[in-house]
C-alpha cells in the first residue's frame, strides 16, 4: 500500500501483516473448484456451508460460519466453461492486487470484508453467501486500482476494469436506493471494507479535482484582465 492510503491505515495493515498468506488467490480459486464440482458431481451438499444465523443459532449448524468460496449454485456459473473463465478471472484479480499491495494487506481485506458480512448476516438474520460478497469487494478493489487496465473477456472483448467495477455496482447502488431497510444495512456491512480502504482516498482524489478546477477557473479570468 502506498501514499495514496491514509498513515493510520497503512499501520493498522502493518500490523495485520503476520496474516498474510502468500498466493491467496490460488487458495480461494482452488477451494472454490472444490465446492463446484463437489455440487455438480453430488459428491457433498456445500450448500450446506452456505451462511445462515439461524441454522447456527438455533441448529447448532456452527461449521457455517466457514462458508466455501462458490458454492452457491445462484451465484456462480454452472457451465464448466463459464465456471472455468470464472476461476482464471478470479485468480487474476487476486494476482494483481497482490502484486501491487503485497499478500499481508490483501489477506487483511479479504478477512475484514468476511467478518463484517458475517456481522452483518448475523444481526440481521440473513441467509446468504458471504463469497459473494467478498468477491465483489475484491472485484471493487481491482478496478479502483487498475481502472484503465485491459481485459479480454472470455479471450474475445476488450473491456476496462472500471467498466467491470461499475457494471458490479450500479446494480448495488440500486438495490441500496430501492431495496429494503434491513438490506440497506446489510449492504453498509458487506461494503464498510472497501469504502474504510477507499474513502479516503476518493476524498483526497475529489479535493484535488476540486483545488484543480478552482484554480483553472481563476486563472481562466485572470488571463482576460
Not at 447456527?56 to 452457491?72: H, K, T, V, Y
Not at 451465484?75 to 472455468?84: A, G, K, Q, V
Not at 475484514?112 to 458471504?130: D, Q
Request: hydrophobic share 55%.
Amino acid at each position: 500500500m502506498d501514499h495514496r492510503f491514509p498513515q493510520w491505515l497503512r499501520t493498522f495493515v502493518r500490523k495485520l501483516d503476520f496474516l498474510g498468506l502468500p498466493n491467496l488467490g490460488m487458495l480461494v480459486c482452488g477451494l472454490g473448484a472444490m465446492a463446484y464440482f463437489s455440487q455438480v458431481t453430488g459428491f457433498s451438499a456445500v450448500d450446506k456451508f452456505l451462511f445462515d444465523p439461524i441454522a447456527i443459532r438455533e441448529g447448532g449448524e456452527w461449521w457455517r460460519l466457514f462458508a466455501f468460496p462458490m458454492s452457491d449454485p445462484a451465484s456462480t456459473p454452472s457451465n464448466p466453461i463459464f465456471f472455468l473463465f470464472f476461476i482464471l478471472f478470479t485468480y487474476f484479480v487476486f494476482q494483481s492486487i497482490e502484486s501491487q499491495w503485497g499478500a499481508g494487506p490483501l489477506t487483511v481485506f479479504v478477512l475484514l470484508s468476511y467478518l463484517s458480512i458475517v456481522a452483518g448476516a448475523l444481526v440481521l438474520g440473513f441467509r446468504t453467501n458471504v463469497w459473494h460478497y467478498v468477491l465483489l469487494n475484491v472485484s471493487l478493489v481491482f478496478g479502483t486500482l487498475f481502472p484503465n487496465f485491459e481485459i479480454l473477456l472470455f479471450f474475445i472483448l476488450p473491456v476496462k476494469a472500471k467498466w467491470l467495477t461499475l457494471f458490479s455496482g450500479v446494480p448495488l447502488l440500486v438495490q441500496f436506493v430501492f431495496g429494503q431497510r434491513d438490506y440497506k444495512l446489510f449492504l453498509l456491512f458487506a461494503l464498510f471494507p472497501y469504502f474504510l480502504f477507499f474513502g479516503p482516498y476518493f476524498y483526497k482524489e475529489l479535493r484535488s479535482k476540486a483545488r484543480v478546477a478552482a484554480n483553472r477557473k481563476k486563472f481562466d479570468k485572470d488571463i482576460w484582465r
